[in-house]
């Protein structure tokens, strides 16, 4: 099809190359005689002219018409309901999939995460954070992913929110309790119905890695697990996501945000930087770029969302671990394109879904694409700053 399209392109230039290379005409001589005759024929050469020019514009229809063939007209009426993204097939009916990922320096680089659609990331005790990463269309996750580290009440809190599935090894007794209270369908590694799933890396393992950073599971086991009726595959008739995408998401009147810094704690600093001919946000963190360790590709994203809340270190706990209020209200930020603005959040009950406006109550539009969504303490202090290499 492109040769053909080539093809006739250059015939029409060809065409139009003739039509304009005539022999030009002279001018004739003023007559003081004024005359009644018939009108002199017209030249042969400006007769091909007319002929030149109709095949050029025929031909250069014809091409057009064969471009539009070629590119089929987008289906907005089937889309990633957490990403906005065109799909072959409709799969927002398929409940997500949401994994735990580890985060500490000695268990990086993690596999599988620049597949998510969204990734979650809040702290945990000691200042360290954990992700939890959402595949909306799970089927289509390649590879492994890990290493799969213990969940928490507030991750648990996401999962129910979205209807989720949840892919963890182990937990606190409080996550267990709300897995229990809020009847979410997980997959442990570390026992129940699907924990043979999970394998040990063992590459890792040799190479002095601590055990308890070497847990994975193949994406493709987990699908078929589901697939297998263990677990149900599809949303309720009742369920539905409100989220809002565009095609262009940087905000009007945001501010410059080339470079966005988010300090979770004294061990972990965010980072996104924003590239202007990607059109996405590079995300790095410990100061090096955040990678998948299967394709070795630095994650990227299109929006970044940043949630303050109350975070505080719970009473008598012995192993510091930490309450993260889900619900209620707070501001935030959003930023898209290299620009930010502040945000409202809101979340009815701590298993409803994330609700976010623009400051004056409109709902917050995204860019089509993938988000990272930071859940902080109201005392961090995240910066926005330009890049002064581009400027």
Known sequence: MK???????????????????????????????????????????????????????????????????????????????????????????????????????????????????????????GGITRMLAVYQDF????????????????????????????????????????????????????????????????SRLNAGVAVEHTMFVTASDIANFIAAGNIRANHEDDFSTHLTFVEDATPADGSIADIVTIPYSYYKTGEFVYDPELGKYLVS?????????QTGEQVSVENVLIIMTNVKPIEGDKKGRIEVTMNGSGIGYFCNGGKYIPINWSREKSYSQ?????????????????????????TCSVSFVANKTTD
């Open 3 to 125: 040769r053909l399209i080539c093809m006739l392109l250059t015939l029409a230039m060809i065409f139009s190359l003739v039509g304009c290379g005539g022999t030009a005409q002279e001018e004739p001589e003023e007559s003081t005689n004024i005359v009644d005759e018939e009108p002199a024929e017209t030249p042969e050469e400006d007769s091909g002219a007319d002929e030149a020019a109709l095949a050029a514009a025929d031909a250069a229809a014809a091409a057009e018409e064969a471009m539009q063939e070629e590119v089929p007209a987008v289906d907005w009426s089937k889309v990633n309901p957490l990403t906005g993204e065109p799909t072959e097939t409709d799969i927002s009916r398929k409940r997500p999939v949401m994994v735990m990922l580890n985060n500490l320096k000695q268990a990086l680089p993690q596999s599988g995460n620049s597949q998510a659609d969204v990734i979650y990331e809040i702290l945990e005790e």
């Open 139 to 202: 089927d289509s996750v390649e590879g492994n992913l890990g290493s799969i580290r213990s969940t928490r009440p507030y991750y648990v809190s996401l999962v129910a929110g979205l209807d989720g599935i949840l892919v963890h090894a182990g937990g606190s007794n409080a996550a267990y309790k709300q897995i229990g209270w809020r009847g979410v369908d997980h997959i442990d590694a570390l026992g129940g119905n699907g924990s043979n799933l999970f394998w040990r890396d063992k």
């Open 285 to 293: 963190e410990f100061g090096a770029a955040y990678t998948d360790g």
């Open 354 to 378: 994330y609700v976010f406006t623009t400051m004056d109550g409109q709902p917050l539009e995204l860019g089509i694409g993938n988000s990272y969504v930071n859940i902080v303490p109201t």
